[in-house]
């Protein structure tokens, strides 16, 4: 599997590079992404298969699951690059998310994907102290994108791999779906959000802003390193509520997450309207 991966991490990597060297054009990383995707479903065989738990019955067929799958991997790479605007926080979500998926891949005895996450929380950690506020190194698109691919690979395993466990074992997720969502809240919740207010206002949503959710933070007068607190302890409390609830109705834990994350939202919109004001 290791042998497998890195090759092709390479092309992340290369892009990232370029990218953080020469400012490429989001066309040409999307296309890069793509092409990384397509390696991923074709090489690594990891794949989205179906709808799992909201509709057990229903299988893709081989074209919709590597279109799905490509689509999950670009999200998710793209998610992570677009939180990395403040010291610290791509690297302390990606820890938090590593050593949740790590915890449970052991708890699974899928000891190389646990090796994968756990390898990777500690070599994030010890990057986060250099880039903790004020930081003397960056992430830059070289770091998140890579990060970032892995990240979708690992969740899309996770996915996967919870499906397919007993309904009995302590360790499964009544939803695999919604679990991940847990896992991957902060960049999902932020890129989709940053997607709808700049289509709102007639922006390309591949525009670079300060609408983020910890540019707003920042901006409320936060620092970076306050913003990256108050974030990571919402992230926490998202993957803490769906361990809670994991044996629980999953359409119940959907509107907690639902309800939850667009509270925050319109708290911090409210929040920087009046300090406009």
Same mark, same amino acid.
């Given at each position: 599997?290791?042998?497998?991966?890195?090759?092709?991490?390479?092309?992340?990597?290369?892009?990232? =590079?370029?990218?953080?060297?020469?400012?490429?054009?989001?066309?040409?990383?999307? =296309?890069?992404?793509?092409?990384?995707?397509?390696?991923?479903?074709?090489?690594?065989?990891?794949?989205?298969?179906?709808?799992?738990?909201?509709?057990?019955?229903?299988?893709?067929?081989?074209?919709?699951?590597?279109?799905?799958?490509?689509?999950?991997?670009?999200?998710?790479?793209?998610?992570?690059?677009?939180?990395?605007?403040?010291?610290?926080?791509?690297?302390?979500?990606?820890?938090?998310?590593?050593?949740?998926?790590?915890?449970?891949?052991?708890?699974?005895?899928?000891?190389?994907?646990?090796?994968?996450?756990?390898?990777?929380?500690?070599?994030?950690?010890?990057?986060?102290?250099?880039?903790?506020?004020?930081?003397?190194?960056?992430?830059?698109?070289?770091?998140?994108?890579?990060?970032?691919?892995?990240?979708?690979?690992?969740?899309?395993?996770?996915?996967?791999?919870?499906?397919?466990?007993?309904?009995?074992?302590?360790?499964?997720?009544?939803?695999?779906?919604?679990?991940?969502?847990?896992?991957?809240?902060?960049?999902?919740?932020?890129?989709?959000?940053?997607?709808?207010? /700049?289509?709102?206002?007639?922006?390309?949503?591949?525009?670079?802003?300060? /609408?983020?959710?910890?540019?707003?933070?920042?901006?409320?007068?936060?620092?970076?390193?306050?913003?990256?607190?108050?974030?990571?302890?919402?992230?926490?409390?998202?993957?803490?509520?769906?361990?809670?609830?994991?044996?629980?109705?999953?359409?119940?834990?959907?509107?907690?997450?639902?309800?939850?994350?667009?509270?925050?939202?319109?708290?911090? /919109? /409210?929040?920087?309207?009046?300090?406009?004001?």
């Amino acid at each position: 599997m290791v042998f497998l991966l890195l090759p092709i991490l390479i092309i992340p990597f290369i892009i990232g =590079l370029l990218d953080d060297l020469f400012h490429l054009k989001p066309n040409a990383k999307l =296309l890069a992404q793509w092409v990384t995707a397509s390696l991923i479903f074709a090489i690594l065989q990891i794949r989205i298969t179906s709808f799992y738990d909201f509709l057990p019955d229903y299988e893709f067929s081989t074209v919709l699951s590597y279109c799905v799958t490509a689509f999950v991997v670009v999200v998710i790479t793209n998610s992570l690059n677009l939180i990395d605007g403040i010291d610290g926080l791509a690297a302390a979500f990606s820890v938090i998310a590593c050593l949740f998926f790590g915890s449970w891949f052991l708890m699974a005895e899928q000891y190389s994907f646990a090796l994968i996450c756990l390898s990777l929380a500690g070599g994030i950690l010890a990057f986060l102290f250099q880039n903790w506020e004020p930081s003397n190194i960056f992430m830059g698109d070289t770091g998140s994108l890579v990060i970032g691919t892995l990240l979708s690979i690992i969740t899309i395993q996770f996915v996967n791999s919870n499906h397919t466990l007993s309904p009995t074992d302590p360790i499964k997720f009544n939803s695999s779906i919604l679990a991940a969502l847990c896992a991957m809240i902060i960049p999902l919740v932020d890129t989709t959000r940053i997607i709808i207010v /700049r289509l709102s206002l007639g922006i390309s949503p591949f525009t670079a802003d300060q /609408r983020h959710i910890h540019h707003g933070l920042v901006k409320l007068g936060f620092t970076h390193k306050r913003a990256v607190y108050i974030l990571a302890l919402v992230h926490i409390a998202m993957i803490t509520m769906a361990i809670l609830l994991r044996h629980g109705n999953q359409f119940l834990l959907l509107a907690l997450v639902v309800g939850i994350c667009l509270t925050l939202c319109l708290l911090l /919109r /409210r929040a920087l309207i009046r300090m406009e004001r």
